[in-house]
């Protein structure tokens, strides 16, 4: 069974940092896509961050570029996702996903199968 697990969201005040990590168990997603997404109260899901199955190319949506950075270690299954510099709008459940077909960094929802359960991060100002 495919699972992935968000860790390390929180309370933090604006300006400051957290890292997200999204463990993958199940099967390995070395060589897929795979990214973050979010999601405020009462607003859709969308894109945060994305990158490719060798994590050599990344993809940030306009809000976060330059604030944000996504890695992954394939050795461990697992993603990451550093926030600095954090904003009140960047309050939401954050999500962690895995392609099983597309080996570049895509930022469409569509071509991610696999989810995780969120982990909610609140930034106070």
């Known amino acids: 069974q495919v699972q992935l697990v968000e860790s390390g969201g929180g309370l933090v005040q604006a300006g400051g940092s957290l890292r997200l990590s999204c463990a993958a168990s199940?099967?390995?997603?070395?060589?897929?896509?795979m990214g973050w997404f979010r999601q405020a109260a009462g607003k859709e899901r969308d894109f945060v961050a994305a990158?490719?199955?060798?994590?050599?190319?990344?993809d940030y949506a306009d809000s976060v570029k330059g604030r944000f950075t996504i890695s992954r270690d394939n050795a461990k299954n697992t993603m990451y996702l550093q926030m600095n510099n954090l904003k009140p709008e960047d309050t939401a459940v954050y999500y962690c996903?895995?392609?099983?077909?597309?080996?570049?960094?895509?930022?469409?929802?569509?071509?991610?199968?696999?989810w995780g359960q969120g982990t909610q991060v609140t930034v106070s100002s």
């Open positions: 996903t895995a392609s099983q077909t597309n080996r570049g960094a895509t930022r469409r929802i569509y071509n991610y199968p696999y």
């Open positions: 990158i490719s199955g060798g994590g050599d190319n990344t």
């Open positions: 199940g099967r390995t997603f070395s060589g897929y896509a």
